[in-house]
Nanobody, 119 residues
């Protein structure tokens, strides 16, 4: 059973920074990709940033240049460094791990961590 545990959320003023962490129960190298998604009240869950096992990254347009995703394979942890935060970044942030096995797509989710950016 895969477990993903997020930490690092909180309340920050606009322009500030936070770093989110996602610790996996197993080797993150076994996943095709890991990512961060966010969901604001009344809205759908959207991709924020993603990193593949090969280290390729992609970001939502709204966070490009401000957020950086990285992975520490030795500690089975993925990070999201968030700089120049804006009130519209306020949401619950979820860690995701994706695995493709025998043609099937498996997704695992953490419990989420709240990020609130005050103006």
């Amino acid at each position: 059973q895969v477990q993903l545990v997020e930490s690092g959320g909180g309340l920050v003023q606009a322009g500030g920074s936070l770093r989110l962490s996602c610790a996996a129960s197993g080797s993150i190298f076994s996943f095709n990709a890991m990512g961060w998604y966010r969901q604001a009240p009344g809205r759908q869950r959207d991709l924020v940033a993603r990193i593949t096992s090969g280290g390729r990254t992609n970001y939502a347009d709204s966070v490009k240049g401000r957020f950086t995703i990285s992975r520490d394979n030795a500690n089975d942890t993925v990070y999201l460094q968030m700089n120049s935060l804006k009130p519209e970044d306020t949401a619950v942030y979820y860690c995701n791990a994706n695995k493709i096995l025998n043609g099937y797509n498996y997704n695992y989710w953490g419990q989420g961590t709240q990020v609130t950016v005050s103006s």
